[in-house]
């Protein structure tokens, strides 16, 4: 394994995740009107063909 080629690939991924979660999420407020209180938001990441399951669970706070 190249770890220069991994990390490049996998900081890639990570950010394609993070970018589209937050539009995401920035959308589904805008479309559902919600305006104060908390969501609480699960992510769930597996690895096709792998026994890997990561759980992130956190509070976002609407203000």
């Known amino acids: ?3 220069d ?3 490049m690939s996998l ?3 990570l950010k394609q ?6 539009q995401a999420i920035e959308a589904h407020v805008r479309d559902t009107g919600a ?13 096709d063909g792998q026994e890997f399951e990561h ?9």
């Not at 995740?17 to 937050?22: A, P, W």
């Not at 305006?35 to 690895?47: D, N, P, Q, W």
């Not at 759980?55 to 976002?60: A, E, F, K, L, M």
Request: no cysteine; proline share 0%; charged share 20%.
């Open 55 to 63: 759980v992130v669970t956190g509070r976002i706070d609407l203000g």
């Open 11 to 13: 900081r890639k991924f």
């Open 1 to 3: 394994m190249d770890d």
């Open 35 to 47: 305006e104060s209180g908390s969501l609480t938001a699960r992510v769930v990441l597996t690895i």
């Open 17 to 22: 995740v993070g970018v589209t979660s937050q």
């Open 5 to 7: 080629t991994f990390n």
